[in-house]
């Protein structure tokens, strides 16, 4: 069975630009949350969907957005990037998307913004 | 109060040493506690994970004790080998969806 996967693996943009970050949970999973990792620390939860509807949202500016379609897979919207928003982005699947329900992490996209 | 503090940073340990990774909290409404190991280029992966009502669990190698009154919890690896070398991340969580995560700790098993 696929894990989870997430597109692009490597991104350079500059600052001021938008990305679309994309990830598909394992097959059956109905809930995606999304992760920034800075270098050297723990990841950082920005939102949770679960069936569609965001289920939590994390200390992120509103330049962070995302949403789950009906297969869902989700996206992952950063507007007017700036250089501290270079990190890996982490996408996890979980089958209800309770904490205690084992999240199963995608690879990452590795952004860089310049 | 929602920060979870890991230590040490790094750590190097002999093969078939203990490997012991500590970290503290000061939230008491924190109820689960994973440890995710990551490797290179490779999302966290879960390890282990335990909830404050038990003092200690054990899988394989691999044990979490708990300390409730001293709001901290460390993760023992038996019989380290090269192939446990990873960084290993702490968690802590109080609500449905939001884990809380400690700065990671880079173990580099020595053969």
């Known amino acids: 069975d696929a894990g989870v996967t997430q597109s692009p693996t490597h991104l350079i943009k500059t600052r001021g630009q938008h990305v679309t970050l994309r990830c598909s949970p394992i097959s059956g999973h109905k809930s995606v949350s999304w992760y920034q990792q800075v270098l050297g620390q723990g990841p950082q939860f920005i939102f949770q969907?679960?069936?569609?509807?965001?289920?939590g949202r994390g200390n992120f500016p509103d330049r962070f957005s995302a949403r789950q379609f009906p297969n869902y897979s989700s996206e992952l919207n950063v507007n007017a990037l700036l250089l501290g928003d270079s990190a890996l982005y982490l996408c996890?699947?979980?089958?209800?998307?309770?904490?205690?329900?084992?999240?199963?992490f995608g690879p990452g996209t590795r952004l860089t913004v310049l | 109060q929602q920060q979870v503090k890991q230590s040490p940073q790094s750590l190097i340990v002999q093969k078939g040493g203990i490997s012991i990774i500590n970290c503290a909290y000061e939230?008491?409404?924190?109820?689960?506690f994973p440890w995710y190991q990551q490797f290179p280029g490779k999302g966290p992966a879960l390890l282990i994970a335990i909830r404050p009502d038990v003092s200690e669990k054990k899988e394989g190698r691999f044990t979490i004790s708990f300390n409730k009154s001293a709001k901290q919890f460390s993760l023992h690896i038996m019989d380290s080998q090269p192939g446990d070398s990873a960084t290993y991340f702490c968690?802590?969580?109080?609500?449905?969806?939001?884990?809380?995560w400690g700065a990671g700790t880079k173990l580099i098993i020595k053969p």
């Open positions: 969907y679960y069936e569609k509807e965001e289920r």
């Open positions: 996890a699947s979980s089958l209800l998307g309770g904490t205690t329900d084992t999240q199963y």
């Open positions: 939230n008491t409404a924190f109820d689960y």
């Open positions: 968690a802590a969580s109080y609500s449905n969806y939001q884990l809380i």
